[in-house]
């Protein structure tokens, strides 16, 4: 209730409307290792460990991730461990990353995996694939 002592402060400002939505990802129908056994079906040639990720982590936003992937080939270039471009990519396209540290260690902790060449390839995908591009809240 912290919001109605700053309400005179901050125009337009209104009651708090997080409890019941629906964040992004989060419409999984069911619980994550429910929706973790969901994606090893679609998609049998990611790992136990891969779909346990991508459902505590992008949850329902895993298919724009894998999309029509057949093969782990399909998702692109292989960092290291089980992080490939095609989650790269959309951490990129959807969330905003621009630095390796941030993709590695704030948003999906592969940063334990990698070594330093590996997370040098990493920085070097997202400088070349982002460079200075706009940041717009409609991606």
């Known amino acids: 209730m912290r919001w109605k002592k700053l309400a005179p402060y901050y125009k337009g400002i209104g009651p708090a409307w997080t409890k019941g939505a629906v964040l992004p990802g989060g419409d999984i129908d069911g619980n994550r290792d429910d929706y973790a056994a969901k994606l090893r079906r679609r998609y049998p040639f990611i790992s136990e460990s891969m779909a346990r990720h991508?459902?505590?982590?992008?949850?329902?936003?895993?298919?724009?991730?894998?999309?029509d992937a057949k093969d782990l080939t399909d998702l692109g270039e292989h960092f290291g461990h089980e992080f490939y471009?095609?989650?790269?990519?959309?951490?990129?396209?959807?969330?905003?990353?621009?630095?390796?540290?941030?993709a590695l260690w704030r948003r999906t902790k592969e940063g334990m995996w990698l070594n330093a060449e590996q997370v040098s390839r990493v920085a070097q995908w997202l400088a070349q694939h982002t460079g200075k591009r706009e940041l717009s809240l409609a991606s």
């Open 85 to 102: 471009e095609a989650e790269l990519r959309y951490l990129a396209d959807h969330e905003w990353v621009r630095r390796a540290d941030d």
């Open 54 to 67: 991508f459902a505590r982590t992008y949850g329902s936003n895993s298919e724009v991730i894998l999309r």
